[in-house]
């Protein structure tokens, strides 16, 4: 087993971040896996033929992408702690992969080919200049597969941040990182994040804390490790949650198929811009749907800090519960 080991002043110094690289590496890997993802049905239809185009006419992206799609190990220059909270930018990360050295990207790239599970792709890598390469590589990666879809996923990844913050004031950080799993992860006698069954070492997180990182695709979670700065890069809530539904479902019977969006999504507490973001509708939309739901107690606003955070009531919970359980 393989433990994430935190000093007491690094539990209290835990935090949460946005990273656009991890986002685009979690993307480009489920396309590379061609594994279709509840809640980017549309955009892997829509992109899956392009990136297979591109790794034809791109030998490193032909190269790294497979071997991240099929490693237990990451090169550590795809998978770095953040460096700036939310505001961390996609350019700063990628002029940080840009930096490394042929002779560290090849030392790293032959790691991750020891751990992968399946042959590599090697000839690339007597290209020069490949950090630079790498870091031109993933910027197309970014501006054509990941930025034209970013505001609704840059709204999943903060609403899972306001979640779990919140689950930080009222629960405790050991909460909040057992929440991030479906399985028991933490483990309270050695102060510690269980991260994998496998027999690897121990990572040590000192006084400078822990960055959470969200993205919105599915899976496992990964660590970005630059020692003291020790990043952990997992799945968010609520993708997919059935934003989409069809117009014979009950649910959208009754409220009306935007409402019925609505509601569903509001399994998630959400802002209104977030609701805006995720399901491509405008905010005046967002907001006269739930004043019709706030006035039948379906929903609640509550305000945290300068936004409205709206949820379901139990009523709201109810409704749900009644009318998406199949019947006999």
Wanted: proline residues 6%; charged residues 20%; aromatic residues 6%.
């Amino acid at each position: 087993m393989t433990l994430l080991k935190l000093t007491a002043e690094a539990l209290t110094r835990c935090r949460f971040a946005l990273s656009p690289l991890a986002e685009t590496i979690g993307a480009l890997i489920t396309l590379q896996r061609r594994h279709i993802l509840p809640g980017h049905e549309t955009w892997h239809a829509r992109y899956l033929t392009d990136y297979e185009h591109w790794l034809t006419r791109d030998p490193v992206a032909a190269g790294l992408l497979p071997l991240i799609a099929a490693t237990k190990r990451f090169p550590d220059l795809v998978a770095q702690p953040p460096q700036d909270g939310s505001g961390t930018r996609i350019s700063d990360e990628l002029s940080s992969v840009a930096a490394h050295s042929d002779a560290q990207v090849r030392a790293m790239v032959a790691a991750s080919i020891e751990a992968s599970w399946q042959p590599q792709q090697t000839g690339w890598l007597t290209l020069d200049g490949l950090g630079p390469r790498i870091a031109d590589m993933l910027r197309y990666g970014w501006e054509h597969f990941i930025a034209p879809d970013w505001v609704r996923r840059r709204a999943i990844i903060e609403r899972d941040i306001t979640y779990r913050t919140t689950l930080v004031a009222e629960h405790g950080w050991q909460h909040a990182i057992e929440s991030l799993r479906t399985r028991p992860v933490w483990s309270p006698e050695d102060t510690a994040i269980r991260f994998s069954n496998q027999a690897l070492p121990d990572r040590e997180i000192t006084d400078d804390g822990l960055i959470l990182v969200p993205r919105t695709t599915g899976g496992g979670w990964w660590t970005c490790e630059q020692p003291p700065r020790y990043a952990l890069v997992y799945p968010a809530r609520g993708v997919g949650t059935g934003g989409h539904c069809a117009e014979s479902d009950a649910l959208a019977t009754l409220l009306g198929t935007g409402r019925a969006r609505i509601v569903r999504e509001l399994i998630q507490p959400a802002t209104t811009t977030q609701l805006a973001a995720i399901l491509s509708l405008s905010l005046g939309t967002v907001g006269a749907h739930l004043s019709v739901l706030r006035d039948a107690d379906i929903v609640t606003g509550t305000r945290t800090g300068k936004n409205v955070v709206y949820r379901l009531t139990d009523r709201g919970e109810r409704l749900v519960t009644i009318l998406t359980t199949p019947t006999r």
